[in-house]
């Protein structure tokens, strides 16, 4: 991770990450060339049944971006509480959110609004995906997996053993 200074432009990715996609690393590449240094804050998802546990979403994300170029820019934490009150302590620049279609838009916009009451110097910005990545989701990812297809090209190979491991675990129980 690159030494945080008060030049230092810092932005956080905040998601459950429940697995971590290729679409989710392509968000996070793209804020790797806009900001020095970006924060992958792995959301507990309380009220959520996860399909991994925080502990191992953290580890997925770890992972996944350890050996991409930009890896050195990257540092993936666990968080829990509020997004606005951990960007205003962490001295963020921005809270990066993906949109992959226009149905994102409206949550997005909402959650935007909130931050920026909560925090008014951190910025919201929305980047998309590579075209590639528009239609994944980590919902998607689990479904097609746990109904039996293939998902090794969509998720990092870390994160497709451990879907593997994670499915045949379940139908041993």
Known sequence: MTNETESTKLAIYPGSFDPVTNGHLSLIERATKLFDSVTVAVARSVGKEPFFSH???????EQAVQNQPYSDQVNVIGFDGLLAAMATRMKAAAIVRGLRAVSDFEYEFQMALMNRKQAREVETVFLMPALSWVYL????VKDVAIHGGDVSELVPPTTYEAIREKLAAMEKS
């Open 55 to 61: 502990e191992q979403r953290i580890r997925l994300v």
């Open 137 to 140: 989701s980590s919902t998607i």
